[in-house]
């Protein structure tokens, strides 16, 4: 069962916006999970309204020291499941550092 779900948005608001069906969906599949979704402050503001998402988790600041701070938050939040929209590297790295045992997104090659 899944409780908790990590939503990772892209940053770029239009994209952002892009992804509100995604939610709603998720919303819709798993109606008593908590949906978190990872953005930045001015997304969060923009899209704060959303009846799809629970509670937001802020993903300011770059480098180790955020890095750090960010797979704390994760790890501490127990989530089941993570949900990586951008097609990054960078963002899939804190998921698998917390050990959120499902991680869903973009397939990449093998390095």
Do not use: K, Q
């Amino acid at each position: 069962m899944i409780r908790r779900i990590a939503v990772f948005l892209p940053n770029w608001v239009g994209d952002a916006l892009m992804a509100t069906p995604a939610l709603r969906a998720l919303r819709r599949a798993h109606p008593e999970a908590e949906i978190c979704v990872a953005a930045g402050t001015p997304l969060a503001t923009l899209l704060r309204g959303l009846g799809s998402v629970d509670r937001w988790l802020p993903t300011e600041g770059r480098g180790a020291r955020a890095l750090v701070r960010h797979v704390r938050e994760l790890a501490a939040r127990r989530f089941d499941w993570a949900v990586l929209l951008p097609d990054s590297v960078h963002v899939a790295l804190a998921p698998w550092l917390a050990r959120v045992p499902l991680r869903a997104g973009y397939a990449r090659e093998p390095l």
